[in-house]
């Protein structure tokens, strides 16, 4: 049983990476003050605003924003799954990732609006 729940772990593990491999670089930068948006670093310098619910290229969409952490769940389509399952690996239905704040002990940026 534990070297059973050990394998899933490494394949979760890995198909995590394999996704966030062929995504754009992320940060979480923190929360904006009075609100309940976040502030991400996406790829080379673009620096966005997202709430509950935005769709994040490459990584999901995002289903909570804290002051220390973001959650972004990734959900496989049929034909995603289809192709790992084909290739021998397993599959998922929906990856949850945590993205801890990049610099915890900074200020939250202010929205530039």
Known sequence: ???????????????????????Q????LGPSPGTSNGWIELGAGGVYEV???????????????????????HRLSEA????????GMATYDVLEVHIIRATPEAQPLPSPW
């Open 51 to 73: 709430t509950v619910g935005t769709q994040i290229p490459g990584w999901g969409q995002v289903s909570k924003i804290t002051p220390t952490h973001l959650v972004i769940r």
């Open 1 to 23: 049983m534990k070297t059973w729940r050990a394998a899933l772990l490494v394949c979760a593990l890995w198909l995590g990476s394999v996704m966030v491999g062929h995504a």
């Open 25 to 28: 670089e992320l940060r979480y």
């Open 80 to 87: 995603e799954q289809e192709r790992l399952q084909s290739q």
